[in-house]
């Protein structure tokens, strides 16, 4: 017998408590956009990103703010 996928849930906003970071798919996700567009977003600068070896990570912080509107602080 095959293993059995199993489906990830889309993130909601309340599925960030206890998360300290979001995937950049994530984070596309909970917004809306394409996943490009999220990586082209924290290639340019627009997304405040941390990587943690190879991968990109999005401060929950950071998007909770953006959320709320409250704009991203540097």
């Keep these: 017998m095959g293993k059995r996928k199993t ?3 889309s993130p ?3 599925m960030l408590k ?3 970071m979001l995937t950049i798919r994530e984070y596309a996700t ?3 956009m394409p ?3 999220a990586y082209r977003y924290a290639q ?9 070896g190879r991968s990109l990570r999005i401060p929950v912080a950071a998007v909770q703010a953006q959320l709320t509107g409250a704009g991203v602080a540097a």
């Design 18 to 20: 206890g998360r300290l």
């Design 35 to 37: 996943a490009a567009t």
């Design 7 to 9: 489906e990830k849930q």
């Design 30 to 32: 909970l917004v809306g």
């Design 44 to 52: 340019t600068g627009v997304l405040p990103v941390t990587r943690i």
């Design 12 to 14: 909601t906003p309340e």
